[in-house]
C-alpha cells in the first residue's frame, strides 16, 4: 500500500535530522581509528583503511587441514579445535595491537578485535557450535590489580556479544602465592607449572566444552599448563583454544 504524501515527507526529514546529528557530533568528537588514531570518515567503521589493510588474518576459519596452531599442540593436551584470528609477526600490525590492548588500556579495540573473532568462528558451527562458556586466560592478581584489567577478559567479553557464549572469570585462576616457583627456578617440573592454576567447577558441572581465550600464543606453554590444570578436575571435559593472535 503506498504511504501518504504527508507520511514520506515527515519520514524524509526525520532521517535529515537525524544525519545532521550524526554529522554535527562526528564534528565535535571525530571517532578515531582503534589502532593508529587517524580520524575516521564516518562512525560506522572502526578502523582506518590502511590499518584494516594491515590485518593479517589467519582465515583459519576456512582451513581443512591441520593449521600451525592445532600442530603446535599436538603431543601435548587433546583439544576440541582451535582458532587464531591473526597471524603473530614482529613488526606488523599485530604486535602493534597486541601491545595496545595489553600496555595502553585499549578495551575498545580489544572488544572490537573479539567481535571479529566472534564473527568467524560463528562460520564453523561443527568446530565451535557447542562452546560453553569462555574461559579467559588468568593473569596474577597483583599483576592485574596494577594494571587494571586482563586483556584477555576484554577479548573475551568481545567474543561474548557477537556469539552469545558467556565469559566465566571465576573458573581459572593464578594463585598469589607462587612463591616455590621461583625457588625451583627454570628446572620448574610441569606439574608444579600446573600448580599455579587454581581451578573453581561450583556452577560449571554441566558444562561440556569449554574455550581458552588468550591475547596470543606463541609457545603455547601457558596455555598448556591451564588445561593440564583444568583436566586433571574434568577429565573428559572439550576443550578448544581460541586467540586473538598465534605464532604461524
Ligand atoms: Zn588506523
Redesign the pocket.
Known amino acids: 500500500m503506498q504511504q501518504p504524501f504527508h507520511t514520506t515527507i515527515l519520514q524524509k526529514s526525520k532521517f535529515k535530522v537525524i544525519k545532521w546529528k550524526n554529522d554535527l557530533l562526528h564534528l565535535l568528537y571525530p571517532d578515531m581509528?582503534?589502532?593508529?588514531?587517524?580520524e575516521l570518515p564516518n562512525s560506522e567503521v572502526q578502523?582506518?583503511?590502511?590499518?584494516?589493510h594491515s590485518l593479517r588474518y589467519t582465515y583459519y576459519e576456512t582451513f581443512q587441514d591441520a593449521s600451525s596452531l592445532d600442530k603446535l599442540f599436538w603431543g601435548r593436551v587433546d583439544l576440541e579445535s582451535t582458532f587464531a584470528l591473526l597471524h603473530f609477526e614482529k613488526q606488523t600490525s599485530t604486535q602493534e595491537i597486541l601491545h595496545q590492548i595489553k600496555y595502553k588500556n585499549k578495551s575498545k579495540l580489544a572488544a572490537e578485535m573479539g567481535r571479529r573473532i566472534g564473527q568467524k568462528i560463528q562460520l564453523d558451527q561443527n568446530r565451535f557450535g557447542g562452546i560453553d562458556a569462555l574461559i579467559p586466560v588468568p593473569m596474577h592478581p597483583k599483576k592485574q590489580y596494577l594494571r587494571g584489567y586482563n586483556q584477555s577478559e576484554l577479548i573475551a567479553e568481545g567474543i561474548s556479544k557477537t556469539t552469545g557464549i558467556p565469559v566465566n572469570k571465576s573458573f581459572i585462576s593464578k594463585k598469589s602465592n607462587t612463591e616455590s616457583q621461583t625457588k625451583k627456578g627454570r628446572f620448574l617440573r610441569w606439574d608444579n607449572v600446573s600448580e599455579v592454576f587454581e581451578i573453581n567447577t561450583s556452577k560449571m558441572n554441566d558444562a561440556k566444552h569449554l574455550a581458552i581465550i588468550d591475547d596470543v600464543v606463541t609457545t603455547g606453554a601457558t596455555i598448556e599448563a591451564c588445561i593440564l590444570k583444568i583436566r586433571n578436575e574434568l577429565p573428559n571435559i572439550k576443550i578448544s583454544i581460541i586467540s586473538l593472535a598465534a605464532t604461524k
Do not use: G
Open positions: 581509528c582503534l589502532i593508529c588514531s587517524q578502523l582506518c583503511h590502511l590499518c584494516e
